[in-house]
């Protein structure tokens, strides 16, 4: 997926994503190269997550078992 496609979704600028994505190539959480995004450290991006992640992600697997 190009830059475009995730900045219209969170509703921010492409410069931004190319920032955040850089930030978590750093961290070592993922790869990414053009077009694609490999997820290299889940936990680690977990706990970098806001901690509104794990309230979501409770809602949508009660939702969704």
């Given at each position: ?52 992640y ?12």
């Amino acid at each position: 997926m190009l830059q475009e496609f995730p900045a219209q979704m969170l509703g921010v600028r492409r410069p931004s994503v190319s920032v955040a994505a850089g930030m978590l190539r750093k961290a070592g959480f993922i790869r990414y190269t053009r077009g694609t995004v490999a997820i290299l450290g889940r936990d680690g991006l977990e706990a970098a997550a806001c901690p509104c992640y794990g309230v979501i992600k409770a809602e949508f697997d009660r939702l969704l078992p």
